[in-house]
């Protein structure tokens, strides 16, 4: 089973775009979004719901107020600061049990959380594993976990070999989730300071994690220079740059029209969305 | 005031607003620029910076004396967070998973656990021009955002105008962002993408009642299905930027719209006022 993840670092730079883009064009895999807090995958490839599934994140704690004889010994000891008069604050709390355990009334008790929804679907784009992260809730690299799990099921289910990713913007805890032993990442990135800023962070984090990882430049002739600039660091930093997708405003039109850019469109953001995935299913026989 | 630009969608330009909007107001009052987006911090690629001092933040982990643990199991049964396990008579501990709850150390009865500090990134403080700067940096591979988040906030003065640049998405670190300011600037695009997360951040925002109002980015009259949903709403766009490649080039060369384009240094002080005016009202309402 071969995983390929699409990460940024920075957001913005085109992770769905090229994930739907690659989605129309494999044959035989499954389609996984696992930025789980904003996704938008399902736009573009307007699954429909087989299976909607309950996500559970940790525990909040609840003090019972009849219980409770006000000793203040929870608020004390809670390193989080998410009780206050008495009462819990859910969006402060993070599960840890310690109110609960000084408590000497037994007054506090963890309840479970519904955080979100996970869901298996199918697609005009083959089977697909997304999900919604309720919102302000934590643990999103946890369903992160879920999702891949479930992709990988629904990957051998079907007989499949192949896992495309979308992955969530920056390098913490959902990014973290996302990339630990996939096969490879494409890191996405565009001409700007910050384009250029954030693939050294996230590079440097699938290289800690011991992930292969090539480069695409997203709107590369949008600051020549600057891409430029890119090319020269991944040259020395040995990172192959797969793709450099052209800024064609056919890119914008696919989106409005909710159809992948490959399908859309026979522009010269197109063929170079092909040629990537043409390297990338190269590179991915090599890994 | 403290004023945070957020968005549900990453990349919709959080870091343009909130650098012009510091740029735009250092000569009319103190103002202090905190980036929390502490994954991918971008804000200083665009100012002139002077780091004056560097801290390191850290949570309290367990450091288990192994020969006065006898084994009990009950760290590893009260962690919440699969930071600590006992395999055979040996504890391990995941430092990068921890919380810094306390609650092992809390429930060892033999006194087998201490705790120590362990980096989880760095706060930089400085200055670019009059505006006063801090912002975090976690390290790498370490999961743990919003104590760092919460770090760089714990920086906000009495500045009259302080600006929060928080991360995207709608999840953990950006409610430790966006939590208890006065205000909360959504950044987004005319997009399918840029109004679908828009919602969930609007979502959000109304879930930590701070009031909002919208930022257009790349405004075109292509899509003008977000535009209509803010006035659905009732959530005002107090400023749309026409898309233009120009201004994309500024951007990438790391300058900012009110350096190269004048027309934008009294549009960005307008905004300003405009939330001030916001709050104020809103202040009113929830006092009635």
Not at chain 1, 187 to 206: I, M
Not at chain 2, 237 to 250: D, G
Request: proline share 5%; glycine share 8%.
């Amino acid at each position: 089973m071969q995983e390929l993840l699409v990460i940024s670092g920075k957001g913005g730079t085109g992770k769905t775009t090229l994930v739907a883009a690659f989605a129309a064009m494999a044959k035989d895999k499954v389609v996984a979004d696992c930025d789980v807090d904003a996704a938008d995958l399902h736009l573009l490839l307007q699954p429909q719901i087989v299976t909607k599934n309950e996500f559970f994140g940790l525990n909040k704690a609840v003090i019972d107020a009849e219980l409770c004889t006000k000793c203040g010994s929870c608020e004390e000891i809670c390193r989080f600061n998410a009780i206050k008069d008495f009462s819990v604050d859910p969006l402060l709390c993070e599960g840890c049990n310690v109110c609960r355990h000084v408590c000497p009334s037994g007054a506090i008790i963890m309840e479970p959380n519904r955080a979100g929804y996970w869901y298996v679907s199918n697609s005009t784009y083959g089977p697909m594993v997304h999900a919604q992260l309720g919102l302000a809730e934590d643990n999103s690299g946890k369903l992160v976990t879920v999702v891949r799990q479930a992709a990988r099921e629904l990957a051998k289910e079907k007989g499949h070999h192949l896992i495309i990713t979308d992955g969530p913007p920056g390098i913490g805890c959902p990014v973290i989730s996302s990339l630990t032993g996939v096969s490879l990442a494409l890191l996405v990135t565009e001409p700007t300071v910050a384009g250029r800023h954030d693939l050294e962070r996230v590079l440097r984090l699938a290289r800690y994690f011991k992930v292969p990882a090539v480069v695409c430049i997203n709107k590369y002739d949008l600051a020549p220079e600057k891409s430029q600039e890119l090319e020269d660091y991944c040259r020395q930093e040995g990172i192959e740059v797969a793709g450099k997708i052209p800024f064609d405003e056919d890119v914008n039109r696919s989106l409005l029209a909710a159809v992948p850019l490959t399908s859309y469109s026979r522009g010269k953001a197109a063929i170079a969305a092909t040629r990537l995935w043409e390297n990338l299913m190269l590179r991915l026989e090599s890994v | 005031m403290i004023v945070a630009v957020a968005s549900g969608k990453g990349g919709t330009g959080k870091t343009t607003v909130a650098t012009n909007l510091a740029l735009a107001l250092q000569n009319k009052l103190p103002v202090q620029l905190l980036d929390c987006d502490v994954e991918e911090p971008n804000a200083h690629l665009f100012l002139h910076l002077d780091i004056t001092c560097e801290e390191a933040v850290t949570l309290p982990v367990p450091e288990v004396d192994n020969d006065k643990c006898d084994g009990c199991g009950k760290c590893s049964e009260i962690c919440a967070f699969n930071a600590i396990a006992v395999a055979g008579d040996k504890v391990i501990t995941f430092p990068e998973m921890c919380h810094g709850c306390g609650a092992c150390a809390l429930v060892c009865h033999t006194g087998a656990i201490t705790e120590k500090p362990h980096r989880i990134g760095v706060v930089e403080i400085g200055n670019a021009g009059r505006i006063v700067f801090a912002h975090g940096r976690v390290d790498i591979g370490t999961p743990l955002a919003p104590p760092l988040v919460r770090a760089v906030k714990k920086h906000a003065s009495d500045s009259e105008a302080v600006i929060i640049d928080a991360p995207p998405g709608t999840s953990c670190p950006v409610v430790a962002a966006v939590k208890d300011t006065d205000f909360c600037l959504l950044v987004t695009e005319p997009t399918p993408f840029g109004l679908h997360d828009l919602k969930l951040a609007v979502g959000m925002v109304r879930e930590l009642k701070v009031p909002m109002g919208v930022v257009i980015n790349r405004y075109n009259e292509d899509y003008t299905e977000v535009s209509e949903y803010c006035r659905q709403e009732k959530i005002p766009v107090l400023m749309t930027i026409p898309f233009a490649r120009q201004y994309a080039e500024t951007y990438a060369r790391g300058r900012c719209l009110v350096q190269d384009y004048q027309e934008w240094l009294p549009a960005f002080i307008d905004l300003w006022y405009n939330i001030e005016r916001l709050v104020q009202q809103h202040a009113r309402a929830i006092s009635n």
